[in-house]
């Protein structure tokens, strides 16, 4: 999203003309919302981990304490348990002596009743004895003898105590279903004692290329054939939202083949994705494989959105299905748009949006009318901040586009331009430096 | 860093009064810089990894593309490849009628040489025959019989045309050294027809907790003893940061064990991170120890920041040594402090910040003069933008603080309060909801 935008005009209609063979193309947040709406919630599996390897996993239930944590009253700093009652005057001038009756050992249990007159010596972390309702820290006492200490300062109740159930009360719930489980999650999942944690399955989604040209592995015999990378980079991007990409390898542009392969991704993934052969010419066989595989097919195909315009969204027999281009920026940016929420609904979570900052735009960014363009830009930070500079090739058919960006300016449909110098708003997909 | 806020003196030179032991604490911006400066420039060790191993390694050497990306000048369009001079004049009522004599595969090398009055059929990602200099799309054509095509729009040189080297030109610099690799980058050594690359070997990163009261697995028969969380909780901070987690497991309150542990640590690991027993009570063994271990062993000890006050930072032979505090959320944002920073120079690469939103601030926060605090905060979205409400609870023996934070306010040493109302930087460590 921009500030300080040219507005055209608030709702795109109609676009002007065919577009590379479209007869006519859907705006991209009614395509999330028609694919999202067809995918409808899909049935979460559960799987138990161990806690150490839980860390990114979405958690399947809801996890309820079964204890307090600390377990009783404890003491937070070194010193003595004291009666506050009976210290309340001391000061430097004025010292209270008690009479010292043991020490509270940290994770023993101390058994004895302090008494008035009476204190015993703690550690941080270690129990507070019955009878004491408050800890002196040592530097505000004086020892006299083994068994003798001077208190020098007032103490309230409660002071310096950490109380039982303090950080976790039995029957809390402390963390709820459905949340990235962070490291210092792990660290309340093992104070309560447990071993492993019920996650939400990984998605398994399954990914394929389509394209005679296309191959794995450079042969100096066919120096014109193309190295695949869609696969490669899809199944890192699936990887990186939480999926378990599955490669079903190169297809060619062959429909028994490409259904073969359709077939094989839905019978046990949770989704296919797959690459090229996605728009409307000849060799674009994946929408009408699609059609035949089952219903409903394709929801959605051509999307007003550069790059990634020849983009297909379906599902067959409740399984989603991504077909996207086979340009890798456009493959890219299909994903984005596309498999991040789809990935999220299939674990049950929220997408996980990239940072945003403000930047000051270097050049002028102008959009087709209708478009949601996505401008690919190196951000910079100067001495007066932040600046975005549109690199200059934004042609889908250059990777080197997305290697050098490290932020990405989403224009929406209804704006025609963004001037230079007005302050956008960046995602940022890469590291910044000066 | 916040906005807004009530300024108290700018510079903190003393901090009033002993803290908990300490005699002085050091500025975090001092001990940073105290302690990097001691770690100095780690030799980086690299390693070869498959590509498709290479997510997020930090890139060991530059990458030079040894060809040309595409290979050959290629067609972006399903159309024909003409000579764009004998079109310029082309429309819908003056058709231009070409010889189609063969078509350019993709994947392959079309040998005939386009003349005067010819065409050749092309598809998208096809190589450009020579002769020709413009694609004329399908759409803008009509095919006439199977040798013949009327060009009904005029064109001009290199119009739909991808040129050899347009994406990556031989000798470029394609990615430069220290980066962190993306998904896309992956896609671009794939490209280049790399199987491995050059990346930073994971430094390892030794991790213990000490304290006779701790357990890795309660019992019941022994109800008082505390599970340690912080190697658990740290390995997983450190696995995020790029480094290998190494656990030398629980260590009892004893010299011998302390310095034992310690040794091994700094054998055979990049770095060492204790926790507990990290301040200046009786227990707290592990600075003695550094010291006892070698040179120039503490470096600062006792920082002015709230939580992770009783934090030490040291080096010994070269190798860091990072002596945590034992809270859990202290040892945590002694990480976050000292530890990121640590990992990224061992990495030889930059620290990657959290992302960052403003948000309104609910709650007036409290500073006390001089210290670095670490506000823990739960971040809403709501109709009127973003709000940060100060969890109630910010004492560092409630790790439900930082269970129950996604955000963290950092104020800094020279600001006695913000007030409840103003805007706030917010750092954002987790998901963000309604």
């Known amino acids: 999203m921009c500030m300080n935008m040219i507005v055209l005009f608030t709702r795109c209609i109609q676009l002007p003309g065919r577009h590379e063979g479209f007869q006519n193309l859907t705006k991209v947040s009614d395509a999330l919302h028609t694919f999202l709406d067809a995918i409808g919630k899909p049935r979460i599996r559960l799987e138990f981990v161990s806690i150490d390897q839980s860390l990114g996993r979405i958690l399947g239930a809801d996890i309820i304490a079964d204890r307090f944590i600390p377990p009783t009253d404890r003491a937070v700093m070194d010193g003595y348990a004291v009666r506050s009652s009976e210290v309340h005057n001391a000061a430097e001038g004025n010292p209270v002596v008690l009479r010292i009756v043991g020490e509270s050992k940290i994770g023993e249990v101390f058994r004895l009743n302090v008494q008035p007159g009476q204190a015993v010596a703690v550690a941080t972390g270690s129990s507070i004895p019955s009878g004491a309702d408050a800890v002196v820290m040592d530097e505000r006492t004086k020892l006299l003898s083994t068994n003798e200490v ?46 492993r944690v019920r996650v939400v399955r990984k998605p398994r989604v399954a990914v394929f290329s389509t394209g005679n040209e296309l ?59 797959a690459t090229a052969g996605s728009s409307v010419g000849e060799k674009d066989l994946v929408p009408a494989c699609i059609n035949k595989l089952g219903k409903p097919g394709m929801l959605v195909h051509g999307i007003a959105m550069r790059p990634a315009m020849p983009t297909g969204l379906a599902v067959v027999n409740g399984k ?62 100067t001495p007066d901040g932040l600046i975005a500079e549109p690199l200059r090739v934004q042609r889908s058919s250059v990777l080197m586009s997305m290697v050098a960006a490290n932020g990405i300016i989403v224009v929406p449909e209804d704006v025609a331009a963004i001037e230079a110098g007005q302050v956008v708003e960046v995602d940022v997909i890469g590291e910044i430096s000066y």
């Open 320 to 381: 989603p299905i991504l077909s996207l281009p086979g340009f890798p920026v456009s493959a890219i940016f299909g994903f984005r748009v596309f498999g991040r929420p789809l990935i999220a609904r299939l674990l049950g979570s929220e997408v996980i949006d990239d940072p945003v900052v403000k930047a000051v735009l270097r050049e002028k960014i102008s959009n087709s009318p209708g478009f949601r363009a996505f401008v690919r830009v190196a951000l910079r930070r």
């Open 215 to 273: 191959t794995d592995m450079l042969q100096r015999d066919r120096p014109n054939k193309i190295v695949d990378i869609n696969r490669l980079v899809l199944s890192e991007m699936i990887w990186e939202r939480g999926g378990i990409p599955v490669d079903l390898g190169l297809v060619r542009d062959d429909e028994e083949e490409i259904m073969a392969a359709l077939r094989k991704g839905l019978r046990s993934r949770e989704a296919v994705v």
């Open 150 to 195: 001077a208190i020098l300062t007032p103490s309230a109740p409660g002071q310096h105590i950490s109380r039982r159930g303090e950080d976790v009360s039995r029957g809390a719930v402390v963390l709820i279903r459905g949340r990235r489980i962070r490291a210092q999650d792990m660290g309340v999942l093992k104070a309560l004692g447990l071993v």
